[in-house]
């Protein structure tokens, strides 16, 4: 028995009509014929009453319809799970994050999830790579960040943007600075040393707010490379901002203080990808917010 002779049957019962039946098949009607009467052959009885003017069900053909719908049905669901189940055994997530995150510190957002999924998604690997390109399924990184370089680069039309969850903001310092020793430390107390930070506009836009909003006047100095801000810190004078992905906050020669303040940690991905991969970008996305206890309108 043939898939064909199957689905050649069921559109010939629901058109009652040869003619019409090969129309919406494709096919043609002899095609159509053949395939039916080596069907019924098979079985050993008829299935259809032909004659010039009219297609009528037999009663096993009645019997045989709603049979062969449920055989289709299931296989139908069967294959889908198959497929779906293949995709992911195979399937491996290139998570992009950008470059002044510490990889040891965001996979603590995504570790969790790999155990969720575990079951799911035996052979699920989930790879954390610098940012230079937009050949990664997920970009993972401030929110703000992320909608900039998307808007730099003309992709607001391809790429969507959400956001994640909130993390803690930090000062960063050497451990040779001044202030260093001073107890009960605050971001006021750097106010007369270099506020260092990153050349983009969101960077800037977020030291003046936490500058307007602390009353603090610094100087502010826009550098473009983060080992660049790394090398004058470890000159002990000047701080810089981060977030607890920063990673900064393992640097052997730099200390760090918690500022009352929250970054948006956020993600982006391709619009148009396919259907089972933005159904477990989507899980994932959910699963980090779930994790984070902070799900972000």
């Known amino acids: 028995?043939?898939?064909d002779q199957i689905k050649y049957f069921l559109q010939v019962a629901e058109d009652l009509n040869f003619t019409k039946a090969s129309e919406h098949l494709f096919v043609s009607q002899s095609s159509v014929s053949k395939k039916i009467s080596s069907l019924e052959k098979e079985l050993g009885f008829t299935l259809l009453k032909r004659n010039h003017q009219m297609v009528k069900l037999t009663e096993n053909g009645k019997r045989f319809v709603k049979f062969f719908q449920r055989i289709e049905k299931e296989f139908y669901e069967e294959s889908s799970k198959a497929k779906y189940f293949e995709y992911h055994q195979k399937k491996t997530l290139k998570l992009g994050i950008i470059s002044n995150y510490d990889f040891t510190k965001?996979?603590?957002f995504l570790n969790p999830i790999k155990c969720d999924f575990q079951l799911d998604f035996a052979n699920l690997e989930i790879l954390l790579k610098g940012l230079n390109s937009f050949d990664y399924d997920l970009i993972i990184g401030q929110f703000k960040g992320i909608q900039?370089?998307?808007k730099n680069n003309a992709l607001i039309d391809s790429i969507e943007c959400v956001k994640l969850c909130?993390?803690?903001?930090?000062i960063f310092f050497a451990k040779n600075n001044p202030l260093a020793q001073k107890k009960d430390l605050k971001l006021k107390d750097f106010a007369s040393q270099n506020f260092y930070i990153g050349s983009s506009l969101v960077a800037l836009q977020n030291a003046e707010e936490i500058c307007m909003?602390?009353?603090i006047n610094p100087?502010?100095?826009s550098i473009l490379h983060n080992e660049t801000i790394e090398y004058e810190l470890l000159k002990g004078d000047g701080f810089t901002l981060g977030d607890e992905c920063n990673k900064f906050i393992?640097?052997?020669d730099l200390d760090f203080i918690k500022i009352d303040y929250k970054q948006i940690l956020g993600c982006a991905y391709l619009k148009d990808i396919e259907l089972n991969k933005y159904k477990l970008l989507q899980?994932?996305?959910?699963?980090?917010?779930k994790n984070n206890n902070s799900k972000m309108e």
């Open 166 to 170: 909130e993390i803690n903001r930090y």
């Open 213 to 215: 909003k602390e009353n």
């Open 219 to 221: 100087k502010l100095i």
């Open 250 to 252: 393992n640097h052997k």
């Open 283 to 289: 899980q994932i996305i959910r699963q980090i917010q």
């Open 148 to 150: 900039q370089e998307i």
């Open 106 to 108: 965001l996979a603590s």
């Open 1 to 3: 028995m043939e898939s």
